[in-house]
């Protein structure tokens, strides 16, 4: 066991503080990393607020880990010592059932077993996240970083990055679709960048005229700013996909009506029942598909690292000092941020 500095949530009012945890000896197959750089994702504001219930304290968050190699398991074939590699969402899986085998980890008949507030499959312990000044991994489930992609910018692609990036594969985006992108936040401004390289028209849905700027500077070739009934009325069933990146309650229906026939709205952001509620003769009399995606198993990860670099993509990030993460929870509740904070974990280590 290894002493290490995080910080941590002990309840859902307490806000994060500094708090010791211990990172677990090698195993045959694991990876020590010591961590340079973590994202903050709204993910984590949910699990230190217990937002959805589930939450078991203390809670260490961070899945969006960048580190070097320290130390590696016997067993361990891929990855050596100084290594730049990355952790994801997911630190384990069953790894037998079909979605396992297929790659698809994220959708593993058992459940993958989160980076943060996860259960062990081994020891049973609660797994702490990327707030923390290194981490123990499984080797299947480490990514390499590309040595083309800036380290400062690269830890939200294994969230933000990956969650666009996967149904946009999926459903085939290719040259010749007309994708919409509805919302402009991390998610929102990562689907952009990976629609136009994978050659689609991209159109931004805001509901602030204030963006439409920003939007065209992201890379959209269009902008609707859908509280605006005109434009609305003239995007109606133009689009092949919609990438819906929303994170909170937000009514679809007049969203599925810019699909044309054979669509499909993607919902990547709200993970709550629809509200208002679904109209389904939008999807009947148009042969419309309303889909869901979650991240992306670990072939696709190192995929879309490999595609960040070939294409020189990355996410738009502010760094972060850990002492003021309650205070960018607070500025991320407002959307006060374009678009992802990254803690420098040099700022725990020097504390």
């Not at 994220?106 to 062990?120: F, I, K, L, P, V």
């Not at 123990?136 to 666009?164: H, M, N, W």
């Not at 996967?166 to 401004?189: A, C, E, N």
């Amino acid at each position: 066991m290894t002493a290490t500095k995080a910080y941590a949530a002990q309840s859902s009012t307490s806000g994060m503080a500094p708090h010791d945890i211990d990172r677990r000896s090698l195993r045959n197959d694991d990876i020590a990393i010591e961590i340079d750089y973590c994202g903050v994702c709204h993910t984590d504001i949910h699990f230190a607020q217990n937002d959805w219930g589930v939450t078991q304290y203390p809670v260490v968050p961070g899945h969006e880990i960048v580190g070097r190699v320290t130390a590696v398991g016997p067993g361990v074939k891929a990855y050596q010592e100084g290594d730049v590699v990355g952790v994801g969402c997911m630190v384990d899986s069953c790894r037998t059932c079909s979605a396992c085998e297929a790659g698809l980890e994220q959708y593993c008949s058992e459940g993958m077993t989160g980076t943060y507030n996860g259960e062990d499959r081994q020891d049973h312990s609660i797994t702490f996240g990327g707030y923390s000044e290194r981490i123990v991994v499984s080797e299947r489930f480490v990514v390499r970083i590309p040595d083309k992609l800036d380290i400062t910018k690269a830890a939200p692609l294994l969230c933000a990055g990956i969650t666009t990036y996967s149904p946009l594969r999926h459903y085939g985006v290719k040259p010749g679709h007309k994708v919409g992108v509805i919302g402009m936040g991390g998610l929102g401004h990562m689907g952009v960048k990976f629609a136009k390289a994978l050659g689609a028209e991209v159109t931004i849905f805001t509901r602030s005229e204030s963006k439409v700027g920003e939007a065209k500077k992201q890379g959209a070739d269009y902008v609707v700013v859908s509280t605006d009934e005109d434009q609305m009325a003239a995007a109606a069933e133009t689009f092949d996909f919609m990438l819906d990146t929303v994170p909170v309650q937000h009514d679809i229906n007049p969203y599925l009506n810019c699909l044309s026939y054979d669509g499909t709205h993607i919902m990547v952001g709200l993970l709550e029942p629809l509200e208002p509620a679904l109209q389904t003769g939008a999807l009947v009399f148009k042969r419309r598909v309303l889909a869901g995606s979650l991240i992306g198993g670990m072939p696709e990860t190192q995929e879309v690292l490999d595609f960040c670099a070939e294409h020189d993509i990355s996410c738009d990030v502010e760094m972060l000092d850990i002492h003021n993460i309650n205070d960018a929870y607070e500025r991320m509740k407002k959307g006060d941020v374009k678009y992802r904070f990254v803690i420098d974990m040099a700022t725990l280590k020097d504390s």
